[in-house]
Structures are given as C-alpha cells and as structure tokens.
C-alpha cells in the first residue's frame, strides 16, 4: 500500500506554476526522498500534503484516504524555518505542541520527558527557546515532530545545524521509526544522507518530476561508470589518458566519469607510468551528487 498518492497535482501562485502535473507514490514504510534545486517545489508540494496548501488540480490521498483535517493529524513534520515559540521553555512548548495533536497533558509531559533524556536535552528542559543553541533548537523541533507517533514523517532539512554526533543520532532514531513502521518524507540537500537511507526518490525541477523511482534501479540503470581512486603523487595523468569525461576532486580521494566503452585497466596503466602510488581503485555507480546535476542541467538546458 502507498502511504502517499499524489495524481496530476498542480499548484499556481498567480502566474507562477510551482507545482506541474505532478504524480508520485510514496511506499508505506519507506524512506522517501524528495529532492531538487531551490525553488523546484518541494515545500510547495510538502504543504499539499499537509493540505496547508489545496492543489488547483489533482488529488492526493494520505494513508488510504482523501487529505483532510484528520489526515493533518496523522502527519509529523519538520520545517525548514524552526516553527517554536521563542519565549516559551522547552518542556512547555513540547506539551503544548503535544496537546494540539490530541495527547492528553500528563501523557505529553511523559513523551517529552523521555525524548529530552534520549537527545541529550533535559538539563535544558527549562530554558527558553531562544536560550538554546541553533542544535539544540533542531533537536526540540525533531521532538515535537514525533511526539505524538506519527505514521507519516514529513523532515525538510533535519540534519541543518546539526554536528556530525547528533545529524548521527537523529538518522539512527528516522531509520528505527521506519522499521517500527512510520512512512518518512526526507527533503534535504545532503546527497550522501539520501544515498545511504533512502529506498525510492523523486527529483523534482520547475515543478516538474524528472526522475522517480527506486533508487537502487536509478543507480543501476547508470552503470558502473565511475572511477572512485585514491592515491598519492601527480593527479594529472587522469586527463592525459583521454578516457574521462569529468573528474570531482576531494582531496585525497578522486572521483572520474569515464567516456563510454572506456577501459579502467588502461587509467591504472598511465597512473603507474607516472610514478603515481594507488591506494584505492574501484569502478562504481554514479554517486546520486552527480545524477542529481546531470538532470537538472539538462531540465535547465
């Protein structure tokens, strides 16, 4: 079953069309990713689903039914722009939030108590808002998106303003969520987050889906047409060999999108013949970075 349908939506502010005829199905239990440039549409179609905004055209559905005042309470979601009441503490604001998605007071008290434990925040439970670290802000805003169990997790950005030890944290809890069985929505910016947790995508630009499906498939349907090295010494024998098309440099590590029909073997060779020392040499899929900028160049082009 899909947890989300949309068929044919369409969204107009005025003479801009946010949002063209799009269609997607997202799977029950899945972790979705719905990606693209500024401006494509995203949170336009993130709102649809929340029905903050109604479509001109097309229908979605949440969880089996048409999207309405009980769906909205069926949906967790995680802003972009932090949406907490700056003056209020932390362990009010989570009660209060909790309410409004239907929990009793005592039992909001109780859910927010063990989630400021497990984030590390309950010595903080009674500062204001506005008192908190912009990570610290992240993580009561995460809270107060799951608190009440949602089945639909809607996380735009999650990981902003995030170190390394809690963006680790909070992926850890989204992928024990989905195995517990809650759909999740991720639209981030982060490729390398949605390569290692997502099952399916859609990209999105102008508006328009221009690529959706499972993300295994997409990688696979690429080919292993990438060259991932790591080596120490002169890297310029890699545009020498005329078997390249683009070369992504990350310090140490070396990533070539090689010409079709293009032997790797023959890289290795010319690496050798310059005296270069190779530590790391494997021929991969396209990673979702450079997928991600190939379809929307040629949406743009």
């Known amino acids: 079953m899909d947890a989300v349908v949309l068929e044919g939506v369409t969204k107009r502010f005025d003479t801009l069309t946010a949002v063209s005829n799009l269609s997607l199905g997202i799977r029950e239990g899945a972790v979705f990713?719905?990606?693209?440039?500024?401006?494509?549409?995203?949170?336009?179609?993130?709102?649809?689903?929340?029905?903050?905004?109604?479509?001109?055209?097309?229908?979605?559905?949440?969880?089996?039914?048409?999207?309405?005042?009980?769906?909205?309470?069926?949906?967790?979601y995680l802003p972009e722009e932090r949406g907490l009441y700056a003056k209020m503490k932390v362990r009010e604001v989570l009660r209060f939030l909790g309410a409004l998605k239907g929990l009793s007071e005592t039992e909001a008290a109780q859910r927010a108590q063990s989630w400021l434990e497990r984030l590390e925040l309950a010595a903080w439970s009674e500062k204001k808002i506005q008192d908190l670290s912009k990570g610290m802000q992240?993580?009561?805003?995460?809270?107060a998106t799951v608190i009440h169990k949602p089945p639909l997790l809607i996380l735009d950005e999650p990981f902003a303003g995030l170190d390394p030890v809690n963006a680790g944290l909070i992926k850890d809890i989204m992928l024990e969520l989905r195995d517990q069985g809650s759909t999740i929505i991720l639209s981030t910016h982060r490729m390398e987050q949605?390569?290692?947790?997502?099952?399916?995508?859609?990209?999105?630009?102008?508006?328009?889906?221009?690529?959706?499906?499972?993300?295994?498939?997409?990688?696979?349907?690429?080919?292993?047409?990438?060259?991932?090295?790591?080596?120490?010494?002169?890297?310029?024998?890699?545009?020498?060999?005329?078997?390249?098309?683009?070369?992504?440099?990350?310090?140490?590590?070396?990533?070539?999108?090689l010409k079709p029909g293009a032997d790797p073997q023959e890289i290795l060779k010319a690496a050798l013949l310059r005296g270069v020392r190779i530590s790391r040499f494997e021929l991969v899929e396209p990673p979702l970075n450079d997928i991600f900028i190939e379809k929307v160049a040629g949406a743009n082009a």
Not at 51 to 66: A, F, H, K
Not at 138 to 143: A, C, G, R, Y
Not at 224 to 245: A, C, I
């Open 33 to 76: 990713g719905l990606l693209g440039p500024n401006g494509a549409g995203k949170t336009t179609s993130l709102r649809m689903i929340m029905r903050v905004l109604i479509p001109d055209e097309g229908s979605i559905q949440v969880l089996g039914e048409p999207v309405s005042e009980r769906t909205q309470d069926l949906v967790g």
């Open 138 to 143: 992240q993580k009561v805003q995460f809270i």
């Open 194 to 257: 949605v390569e290692m947790m997502c099952d399916a995508i859609c990209l999105i630009n102008k508006g328009c889906n221009v690529l959706n499906g499972d993300l295994r498939a997409i990688k696979q349907s690429y080919g292993k047409n990438t060259l991932r090295m790591e080596y120490s010494g002169d890297g310029d024998f890699l545009e020498g060999t005329g078997l390249v098309e683009k070369v992504n440099r990350f310090g140490a590590v070396v990533e070539a999108r």
